[in-house]
Every structure is written in C-alpha cells, then in structure tokens.
C-alpha cells in the first residue's frame, strides 16, 4: 500500500473554500486567528446586498480587496473591510442627500 503523506491527507479532507485558505496560509508560516473574520464571495455579496458577479467586478475593478487562497486562488473577504466599505457607502450616500435637499432649498 503507498504511503500518504499528511500533507497531502489534509488536503483531501479539506472541502470548504475558508479551510483551503486558512490551511494554506499556515503552510507558508502565517497564523490566521479567526476564521470568521473571512468570508465567501457568496458570503461578502450577501452582508452587502449585492449579486455575486457584482461583487466579482468590484474585486476586479479595485472597489474592494479579495484575499486570494495561493492553492486554489479563490477569492474571501475580510468582514472588517465589507463593514469599512459599507460605513463609506452610507455616508457618501447620506452627503448626496444632503446636497438635493440644500440645492432644493434655494
């Protein structure tokens, strides 16, 4: 019977896209605390109220970081960066309305 290394044991067992890159990362020395702190793009579309595709063009045109797994090059989010980008968001949008209701105004 051929000997299985546990590197590549481990690899066989890990099925979710969060473990391949937490797995990943502390192969290259990295220690990832938390694993809630990353998201799926299924995930980050959700919190942010936005399709999958969206996401993936705003990933692609700079709008927002993805954190690539160097295995398997799948895309998470960090949820504090989902939480920054959805305050920038709320306020850029609460200063439009405030200008409409100035410029109505006058």
């Known amino acids: 019977m051929a000997k299985i290394k546990s590197k590549k044991l481990r690899k066989l067992f890990l099925t ?9 990362n502390v192969e ?14 299924k995930e980050a579309a959700k919190i942010l109220g936005i399709s999958s595709i969206t996401l993936r063009r705003w990933d692609k045109a ?4 993805a954190y690539r797994n160097p295995i398997n090059n799948y895309r998470l989010y960090k949820r504090s960066d989902l939480n920054t980008f959805l305050n920038t968001i709320t306020k850029s949008s609460s200063t439009k309305k405030r200008r409409r209701n100035h410029k109505s105004k006058q």
């Not at 290259?28 to 793009?41: D, F, P, R």
């Open 62 to 65: 700079g709008k927002l970081k």
């Open 28 to 41: 290259k020395g990295y220690s990832v605390k938390n694993l809630k702190a990353y998201v799926t793009v």
């Open 16 to 24: 979710t896209k969060k473990e391949h890159f937490i797995m990943s």
